[in-house]
C-alpha cells in the first residue's frame, strides 16, 4: 500500500469518532485477507450475567489465522457506560478472555483485535488482546490447554476525536504498507509493543531537558540576579530543568482530566483538554513572556495556594490547588522579583523535524503524543504516554547532566511487578501463615483480579452456581479483613528509590489486592482505587535517595499515581505532603566526619513528669488562646474558614498552640526513666533532646495533613531547623569545630550527605509490637567504594561494594519477621571476598528466593544480576526457591521452573559457597572425596601480561634480535593451539614485569573465558612467546604429576561441570569466567603413575591428531578426537565413582 494513502487510512480511522465501516475497511486492509463469511453478534442472554451491566454486544467483523497457526478474530465491543472506555479495563478484559478461552463452547483462539466504542463514539479504544494458556497435564495422564484462570494480555492504543495518531501511525505504518506478506500474531505484537514508543518518548524528553538547560545557562551568565539567587539558593540548571519538564508534564496529565480551565460554576473535569496550548497561544491570557508571566504564576500561585472556589481571576477559570510541594518553587528560588525569560520558542516554534513534523518546542512535542492517566500493568498496557512510561523516562534521565550523557536503564517492569508480588506474598505469609496457607495468599496476589468478576458475581447471588463458583480460596474469603488490615498497614521502603518503581508497584500491588478483598467484607464504605492509594501513600510508602533530582521525580510518580484516580467532580482534594516520607540523603551513612547524629535511645527513653514544666506550657497555651481571639475578633472568617487568605502570624500562633497543647498531654501522661542512669541521651541533656525529638515527631505528622501553603512553609522550616539543632549540638558537644564549618554547605542548600533513618521515620520503628519495615525492596546501586565510605558496616570486609552495605542496612532497619528484596550482581554467590556476607545470610536469615536475571535486562549495562528475596529472621529447615527468569513466565505465571534447595547443602560447605544447580551436592561431594589437592598447591599458575601497543609489534625478526620475544595472536581450544600471525615484541617493552621464565618453560595454557558450551578449554604447549592476560599458564608441574594427565582431567567433561557450576562467574550468562584464584583453587586428584598412564596414552593420541596439518578444517580428525576425549571422560567419570544416572546429568542426558 503506498504510504501517504496508508497515513491517510490511519488518521481517517483513528482521528475520528468510531465508524465501523471505517474500521472494518481498515481491518481488511491490515490482514490482507480477512475471513468475513460467519460474522456473529453477542448481545441479551449470550453476554455472561457478569459482564451485562458493562457490555451492550460483541460483534466479530472478521477471523484470520496466520502462517504460524494462531487464530485471531477481529471484534467491536459495544459498552453500555461513557466511563467504561477509561474504567473498568480489568472487566474489558476479562471478558475478551472470556471470548477467546471457548466463550459459549467454541474453539480456543490465541488473540483478537477488538474496538471498544460506546454511545459517545468520540472516544474510543484499539486493543490487541492475546491470551497466554499453559499446557498441563490432567490426572489421567492427558495433555490440555488449561483455560481457568488463564490471563489475557492486552495493548492498546487510545483513538478517536480529541486523540493524535502519531503514534499509531509510526508503530501500524509497516504492517499496513506490506501487500505481499500476510502478518503474523508477532507482527501486531511488535506495532503494539510500548518500548518502542518509551525509547522515542525518552530521545525526545531528553533533548527537550537539555534545551531547556542551555537555555537557563545562557540566561544565568547574562543576568546576574538569576545568578546571585540561584546559587545563594543552591539551585541546579540541572535539576530546575528537570523539575520544570516534569512540572509540565504533570500538567498534561491533568489537562486530559479537564481540570483545567474550568469555569466558575462548572465541575471538574469539563475544562479544554488543551489548555496549555491555549494559554500557548494567548486565548486565554495576554503575556509578554511564556515561562515567566504565564507558567511561573501557574505553577506557584494558581496550583500552590489555596483559593475561594479555587477561582483564578489572572485565567478567568477555576485552577485546582494542588499543594503536595509538586508546585513549590525549587530550593524556594525568588520567582516573584526573578526575571526568568525563557524564549518562547522553547516552547513552540515551526521547526521541521527530519520525520516531517513541525515544531520542537516543549508543547510541540508533547501534542504528538497520546496521554493517558491509566497506571501501565503487566497485563495491560496502552501504547501512549502513562504514568509508568513516564517513571521510565524519569529513571532513563537520572544520569544524563549533559548531551554526553547516555543515561541509565530502568528495572524493567516486569521484574518490578515480580519482586512487588513475592515481597507482598512473604509479608502476608509471616503476618497470616496460622490462618491462610502461603498456596492460598499466592493465588490471591497473582490471580484475584482474574477472578474478581466470578466471586463477584457469586456475592451479588448469595451462592454458587452452576455458571459463577468461587474462584478464591475459601481460606481467603473467610480472612478477608485479616488479609485487608495487615495491607493497609504495611511498611514499606526503598533505599535507593531513584524514579520512584518499586514504591509505586508495591502500591499498585496493595489497592489491586484490596479491591479484590472488598467482595468479601461487610463494610464497604470508602473502598475506592482513590482511597486506598491514599492510605498508601501516607501511611505506606517510603524511600530514600541521594540524588535530589531523584527525590522530586519519585514524589512526583506518587502524585501523579493519585490524581489519576481522583474523581470528585465537586472539590479535588489537594496532594498530601511527601517531604518526610520521599526524601533526600545518603541511606548508608547515619554519621557526619565519624560522628554518630542520633542516639537511638530516644525511641525508648521517657522524662518523668515535670509539674513546672507543666505550669510554664499552660500559661503559654493562655496566652496563645487570648492572642488568637484578637485575631479572630478581627475578623470571624478567619476562625471558620481555613480557605480564605490569613494573615502569616496567626498561622504560627495556630501551629504552636497544637504543639504547646500536645506537649502538655505528653508531659501529664506516665513515662519511665531510662533505666541507667549513666547513659547520657543526645548531647548529654536527655530531657532536651527528648524535647525536640517529640516536636519534631509533631510536626512533621501536622506538615504532613496541612494544606495551607504559608503554614505548611512555616511547619517546614521549624522542622529543619529542629533537625539541623539536633546534629549542630552532637557536633558541638564532640568539639568538632571544623566539622560545624562544613556542614554550613549542606545546611545552606538543604541536602545531606547522611541519613538519619530513626529521626526521620521515627514512626515507623516505634509501632506497636514492632520496629522497622515490614518491607524493604531496591535495586541499590553496584559501585566500589573506599573502606571510609562504608565505615560501620561489618559485611563489606574485603569486598567494598555497595550493594553489599545496603543489603546490610536493610537487615538493619527490617523488622524481625520483615521481607527484604533486592536485585543484585551474582558476585556474591561463590568470591572469596563475600564468604562472611554469605555466612550472615546462611546464619541469621532465611533466604526465599534466588532468582538468575538475563544478563542484558539492563540494556545500558551487561552485568550478571540476580534477585534476592530474604525472610528477616532464621527458618530451620528451610527450603530455597531458585529459577532462571523469563520474563513471559513470569507476567502469565506460567510454568516457572522453581527448583527447592536445602539451605543447610549450603552452610555445610567451608567457603559457604551458594551453588544453583539442585543436582550439585552429590556431585560435589565425589568431586571432593578423592584424594586431592590444590593446583595451586602443586604448580605455579600465572596470567600473561597486558599487551604491548599496536607499533610495538614487530612483524619479523630475521636478525634474530635476542631481546626479542614471539607475541601470541592466536587462540587456545581443548588440546590444539592456534599460533595465529607471527609478531615479536621487546621483552622490555611488556606492560607487565612477568618472570621470562613463564614465557619459554612447557605449560598447559588455559582460557580465562569459558566456551558457549561451558567447557574449560586447555592445550599444552612447549613453544617459546608471550602471551595476553586472558590467558593462564600452569607449570612448574613436579615429578609427581604428568602434564598430559593434568590435561585431560581439566578438559574432561565432568570438571567442567564441576567448575562452571560452582563458580557464579562460571555460570554468567555474558563473558563467563575464571579468576586466577579460581583456578589455582581447583582441586586435581592425586593419583600414581600407573594410574594416570591411560590418561596419558589419550592425550598422546589427541595430540598426534590435533598437531597435524588441516585439523580445525577436518571433521574426521575432529572426530576422532571426540571419541578419544569421550574415552578419557570414562575414565574420569571412573576415578570419581560417579553412578549411572549421575554421568548422565553431566552428559546433560537429563
Not at 490465541?110 to 471498544?116: E, G, I, M, Y
Not at 554518630?596 to 535511645?601: E, K
Not at 548531647?683 to 532536651?688: A, I, N, T
Not at 551453588?915 to 552429590?922: D, V
Amino acid at each position: 500500500m503506498d504510504k501517504n494513502y496508508a497515513i491517510k487510512l490511519i488518521q481517517d480511522v483513528f482521528q475520528n469518532p468510531f465508524s465501523r465501516d471505517r474500521f472494518v475497511a481498515f481491518s481488511k486492509n491490515l490482514f490482507n485477507f480477512l475471513d468475513t463469511e460467519k460474522n456473529f453478534v453477542y448481545r441479551g442472554n449470550l453476554i455472561p450475567d457478569a459482564y451485562k451491566s458493562y457490555i451492550h454486544t460483541l460483534e466479530r467483523i472478521g477471523k484470520y489465522e496466520d502462517a504460524e497457526e494462531n487464530k485471531i478474530d477481529v471484534l467491536i465491543v459495544h459498552l453500555k457506560k461513557a466511563r467504561s472506555i477509561e474504567h473498568a479495563r480489568t472487566m474489558q478484559r476479562n471478558f475478551i478472555a472470556w471470548y477467546l478461552a471457548g466463550s459459549r463452547g467454541g474453539e480456543l483462539k490465541d488473540a483478537a483485535l477488538v474496538a471498544f466504542h460506546t454511545d459517545n463514539p468520540d472516544d474510543w479504544r484499539f486493543s490487541l488482546v492475546k491470551m497466554d494458556y499453559q499446557i498441563v497435564e490432567s490426572s489421567t495422564g492427558r495433555i490440555k490447554t488449561k483455560t481457568e484462570l488463564t490471563p489475557a494480555r492486552r495493548f492498546s492504543f487510545l483513538v478517536g476525536k480529541n486523540e493524535n495518531s502519531h503514534t499509531a501511525q509510526r508503530q501500524l505504518l509497516p504492517t499496513l504498507q506490506d501487500d505481499k506478506n500476510n502478518p503474523l500474531l508477532s507482527d501486531l505484537e511488535k506495532a503494539f509493543n510500548i518500548e518502542v514508543v518509551t525509547q522515542e518518548f525518552f530521545e525526545k524528553y531528553k533533548s527537550l531537558f537539555l534545551d531547556v538547560k542551555d537555555s537557563l545557562e545562557r540566561l544565568m551568565k547574562k543576568d546576574h540576579a538569576i545568578a546571585q539567587d540561584f546559587t545563594n539558593k543552591g539551585v541546579d540548571p540541572v535539576d530546575f530543568s528537570k523539575k520544570l519538564l516534569g512540572q509540565i508534564v504533570f500538567l498534561y496529565f491533568l489537562q486530559k482530566k479537564g481540570w483545567f480551565g474550568v469555569g466558575r460554576d462548572d465541575d471538574w473535569g469539563t475544562g479544554p483538554k488543551n489548555f496549555l496550548r491555549l494559554l500557548l497561544e494567548k486565548m486565554i491570557a495576554d503575556y509578554k513572556n511564556f515561562f515567566n508571566d504565564i507558567l511561573e504564576p501557574l505553577f506557584y500561585e494558581a496550583l500552590a495556594k489555596e483559593r475561594d472556589k479555587d477561582f483564578y481571576s489572572r485565567f478567568n477559570c477555576k485552577i485546582p490547588f494542588l499543594n503536595g510541594g509538586l508546585f513549590d518553587p525549587i530550593s524556594d528560588y525568588d520567582w516573584v522579583h526573578t526575571d526568568i525569560l525563557l524564549p518562547d520558542d522553547l516552547f513552540s516554534n515551526h521547526v521541521r523535524t527530519k520525520e516531517g513534523d513541525i515544531g520542537t518546542g516543549i508543547l510541540d512535542i508533547f501534542d504528538r503524543y497520546n496521554f493517558t492517566v491509566k497506571e501501565d500493568e503487566p497485563l495491560e498496557k496502552e501504547v501512549a504516554v502513562d504514568p509508568e512510561m513516564l517513571g521510565k523516562v524519569f529513571e532513563n534521565l537520572l544520569e544524563v547532566k549533559d548531551r554526553k550523557s547516555k543515561g541509565t536503564y530502568y528495572t524493567p517492569r516486569e521484574i518490578v511487578h515480580y519482586m512487588c508480588q513475592e515481597s507482598l506474598i512473604n509479608y502476608l505469609v509471616n503476618e497470616c501463615e496460622e490462618k491462610v496457607d502461603r498456596k492460598d495468599i499466592e493465588t490471591l496476589i497473582q490471580y484475584g483480579e482474574t477472578a474478581v468478576e466470578h466471586d463477584s458475581r457469586v456475592e451479588q447471588e448469595g451462592k454458587e452456581t452452576l455458571t459463577y463458583s468461587y474462584k478464591l480460596p475459601e481460606s481467603i474469603r473467610k480472612n478477608a479483613q485479616l488479609l485487608d488490615d495487615r495491607l493497609k498497614n504495611i511498611r514499606v521502603c526503598d533505599p535507593a528509590i531513584g524514579s520512584g518503581a518499586f514504591p509505586v508497584g508495591m502500591m499498585n500491588e496493595i489497592i489491586r489486592t484490596r479491591n479484590t478483598l472488598t467482595n468479601y467484607l461487610e463494610d464497604k464504605e470508602d473502598r475506592s482505587i482513590y482511597s486506598f492509594k491514599r492510605d498508601a501513600i501516607q501511611y505506606s510508602l517510603y524511600g530514600v535517595d541521594i540524588d535530589p533530582g531523584a527525590v522530586e521525580i519519585a514524589k512526583l510518580r506518587l502524585w501523579l499515581s493519585l490524581v489519576v484516580d481522583e474523581e470528585d467532580i465537586k472539590q479535588i482534594k489537594p496532594l498530601p505532603n511527601l517531604d518526610y516520607k520521599i526524601m533526600q540523603g545518603n541511606s548508608l551513612l547515619e554519621e557526619f566526619e565519624g560522628i554518630q547524629l542520633f542516639d537511638d535511645r530516644l525511641l525508648n527513653s521517657y522524662i518523668p513528669v515535670n509539674d513546672d514544666q507543666i505550669k510554664k506550657l499552660e500559661a503559654r497555651e493562655k496566652e496563645i488562646q487570648k492572642n488568637l481571639m484578637i485575631y479572630y475578633q478581627r475578623n470571624p472568617l478567619w476562625m471558620k474558614n481555613q480557605k480564605i487568605e490569613r494573615p502569616t502570624e496567626l498561622y504560627q500562633l495556630e501551629g504552636e498552640l497544637k504543639r504547646v497543647q500536645l506537649a502538655i498531654k505528653d508531659e501529664k501522661g506516665v513515662r519511665f526513666q531510662i533505666k541507667d542512669s549513666n547513659q547520657n541521651a543526645l548531647f548529654g541533656d536527655e530531657q532536651k533532646a527528648r524535647k525536640i525529638w517529640e516536636e519534631l515527631q509533631s510536626l512533621q505528622k501536622e506538615f504532613f495533613e496541612t494544606a495551607q501553603k504559608r503554614e505548611k512553609d512555616e511547619l517546614k522550616k521549624q522542622v529543619e531547623k529542629l533537625e539541623w539543632e539536633l546534629i549542630e549540638a552532637t557536633l558541638k558537644e564532640q568539639n568538632k569545630e571544623s566539622s560545624l564549618k562544613k556542614l554550613e554547605q549542606y545546611k545552606r542548600t538543604n541536602v545531606k550527605p547522611f541519613f538519619l533513618w530513626k529521626l526521620h521515620f521515627s514512626e515507623v520503628f516505634e509501632r506497636n509490637g514492632k520496629s522497622g519495615f515490614d518491607v524493604v525492596i531496591a535495586n541499590p546501586p553496584y559501585i566500589v567504594v573506599s573502606p571510609e565510605e562504608l565505615r560501620g558496616f561489618s559485611l563489606t570486609e574485603g569486598n567494598h561494594n555497595t550493594y553489599v552495605a545496603f543489603l546490610e542496612k536493610a537487615q538493619m532497619i527490617l523488622h524481625d519477621s520483615g521481607v527484604i528484596s533486592y536485585i543484585i550482581p551474582t558476585t556474591w554467590l561463590a568470591g572469596n571476598k563475600f564468604k562472611e556476607f554469605r555466612r550472615f545470610l546462611l546464619d541469621n536469615k532465611s533466604i526465599n528466593q534466588i532468582v538468575q536475571l538475563p544478563y542484558d535486562i539492563f540494556k545500558a549495562a551487561y552485568i550478571d544480576s540476580l534477585i534476592l528475596i530474604i525472610n528477616g529472621k532464621s527458618i530451620k529447615n528451610a527450603m530455597v526457591k531458585t529459577f532462571k527468569f523469563n520474563i513471559k513466565d513470569i507476567v502469565t505465571h506460567g510454568s516457572v521452573s522453581l527448583v527447592d534447595f536445602d539451605v543447610n547443602s549450603w552452610s555445610q560447605d567451608k567457603e559457604y559457597v551458594i551453588y544453583l544447580n539442585s543436582n550439585l551436592p552429590s556431585l560435589l561431594a565425589k568431586y571432593k572425596n578423592v584424594k586431592n589437592k590444590l593446583l595451586g598447591e602443586i604448580a605455579k599458575v600465572q596470567r600473561g601480561t597486558l599487551p604491548p601497543k599496536e607499533h610495538q609489534l614487530i612483524l619479523d625478526n630475521n636478525n634474530n634480535n635476542s631481546e626479542l620475544i614471539p607475541w601470541f595472536t592466536g587462540q587456545v581450544y581443548r588440546y590444539f593451539i592456534d599460533t595465529g600471525k607471527k609478531c615479536w615484541v621487546k621483552y622490555k617493552a611488556l606492560l607487565e614485569n612477568k618472570p621470562i621464565s613463564l614465557f619459554y618453560c612447557k605449560k598447559l595454557l588455559g582460557r580465562q573465558l569459558i566456551n558457549r558450551q561451558f567447557r574449560l578449554q586447555f592445550a599444552f604447549s612447549d613453544g617459546e612467546f608471550a602471551f595476553k592476560k586472558n590467558l593462564y599458564a600452569i607449570y612448574d608441574l613436579g615429578e609427581k604429576i604428568n602434564y598430559y594427565y593434568l590435561l585431560a582431567i581439566l578438559n574432561s567433561k565432568f570438571y567442567s561441570y564441576i567448575q562452571v557450576n560452582l563458580n557464579s562467574s562460571g555460570q554468567r550468562d555474558d563473558y563467563p569466567a575464571f579468576s586466577l584464584q579460581d583456578y589455582k583453587n581447583f582441586l586435581i586428584p592425586m593419583i600414581n603413575f600407573r594410574e594416570q598412564k591411560p590418561f596419558i596414552e589419550f592425550v598422546d593420541k589427541i595430540l598426534a591428531v590435533t598437531n597435524s596439518n588441516g585439523y580445525l578444517t577436518s571433521s574426521e580428525k575432529q572426530a576422532k578426537v571426540k571419541t578419544y576425549e569421550d574415552q578419557i571422560d570414562q575414565l574420569v567419570y571412573k576415578l570419581y565413582g560417579l553412578t549411572l544416572e549421575e554421568k548422565a546429568i553431566v552428559e546433560g542426558i537429563q
